[in-house]
């Protein structure tokens, strides 16, 4: 799992005209409990957070590059 340092040089490294997606995406995450989710998005949700458990991650190049094709 990632430490929370690790997370914070993450985002340190962010363009700044990325923050405000993952400003974004962070207001979402903490926002969960109000979001009205369907069947097929809580499966996804549940699946992530199982594949983090595991240690499964991206690398920041690729966040970067998911974030700018979407």
């Keep these: 799992m990632i430490e929370r340092k690790e997370l914070h040089r993450l985002v340190d490294e962010l363009p700044e005209e990325m923050l405000p997606r993952m400003e974004d995406f962070f207001r979402h995450l903490f926002d969960e ?38």
């Design 33 to 70: 409990e109000e979001l009205e989710l369907n069947d097929e998005t809580k499966k996804e949700v549940n699946e992530a957070r199982e594949r983090i458990k595991d240690g499964e991650h991206v690398t920041l190049d690729e966040l970067k590059k998911e974030i700018k094709d979407v």
